[in-house]
């Protein structure tokens, strides 16, 4: 991938990661720790168990969309059918020989996919009420996720960088 392709792609994940810390209208972190006091407290209404929830699935998605925009810059589709998700997830965990380097780490990948099961289940389980505890380690690996994606672009564009060279 050439210099100018490789500054818009940095340009694009930067302002996908921004995204990323305006799901909510504060900071990513101090989210995370109001979210955790509250389940710490006692959240146990469904509706606010369901608020929580939804907040993490939002976490999902916007970081779904990054993987989607690196995946499309390099690979001609995303992929289509009912398991392109979990498809998408171990394709850009892998590197594609003189195309790319692998973008996901393990760690990444782990955390990834227990929230993309996450938000399946808020997304297609009308009617099934979330339990406090399933929340809570759906909220903790959501906490890990945003550090660790930024860890993984560093890696990721310093790869392309050199290989550019």
Request: include cysteine.
């Amino acid at each position: 991938m050439d210099t100018e392709r490789i500054a818009g792609l940095t340009a694009e994940i930067k302002g996908q990661l921004w995204l990323m810390q305006k799901v909510s209208d504060s900071p990513w972190e101090r989210l995370c720790q109001r979210l955790q006091s509250r389940v710490n407290d006692g959240l146990d209404t469904p509706g606010q168990l369901d608020s929580v929830a939804y907040q993490i699935h939002n976490l999902y998605c916007s970081a779904e969309d990054l993987l989607k925009l690196i995946a499309s810059s390099f690979e001609n589709q995303i992929g289509a059918g009912g398991d392109w998700h979990r498809v998408m997830l171990l394709r850009l965990s892998q590197p594609v020989e003189g195309i790319r380097p692998a973008f996901l780490s393990a760690t990444s990948l782990e955390v990834m996919n227990k929230l993309r099961s996450f938000r399946h289940l808020i997304r297609h389980a009308y009617g099934t009420e979330i339990e406090l505890t399933q929340l809570q380690a759906n909220l903790s690996a959501a906490q890990r996720l945003y550090g660790l994606l930024q860890q993984d672009i560093n890696i990721f564009l310093a790869q392309l960088t050199d290989t550019s060279s």
